[in-house]
């Protein structure tokens, strides 16, 4: 149990997907033998799905890991796409998406890339926006991430 935990946050399709990957097992004869069809557990690799708890024991059992481990999983799963709901966010409907032109804005990690996004509202944007910025971070954030010399650049996801 303990060795899943560093999993924490992650899909459990993914771990489970390592899991059958290390035993050498296939997915397909795979869910056969839990009685599952493989377009399921494909899905569930996929991290497009959900393991309830009913698949969740049988795949526990079949694997031989310890009762709860993937339920478990699948709750932290949970509690973080919650969270990532919860997030605060800067007021969108004042911050322009053509700002952000390079990237999904409903993507962007406000906190971690901060640096990266204040600079960019500061260089390309109008006195509204920068004043939301101020807002929103706080003016000595802003501050010092404007005297900032070594802002890494934007890593933010591209749209697809």
Request: net charge positive; charged share 35%; aromatic share 6%.
């Amino acid at each position: 149990m303990k060795s899943l935990l560093k999993y924490k946050g992650i899909h459990p399709g993914i771990v489970l997907e390592r899991e059958l990957e290390k035993r050498s097992l296939k997915k397909r004869p795979f869910a056969l033998s839990i009685g599952e069809s493989a377009q399921s557990i494909n899905n569930i690799t996929n991290g497009k799905r959900k393991i309830p708890v009913a698949l969740a024991l049988k795949i526990e059992k079949e694997l031989q890991l310890e009762e709860g481990s993937i339920v478990i999983l699948q709750s932290y799963y949970d509690i973080k796409l919650e969270k990532d709901k919860m997030k605060e966010t800067p007021k969108l409907s004042v911050l322009r998406r053509s700002l952000f032109w390079d990237t999904d804005i409903d993507r962007i990690d406000w906190n971690r890339q901060h640096k990266a996004v204040i600079k960019r509202v500061f260089e390309r944007g109008n006195d509204d926006e920068r004043n939301e910025t101020i807002r929103f971070y706080g003016k000595r954030k802003v501050e010092a991430a404007l005297k900032s010399t070594t802002t890494q650049p934007m890593k933010l996801h591209k749209k697809l």
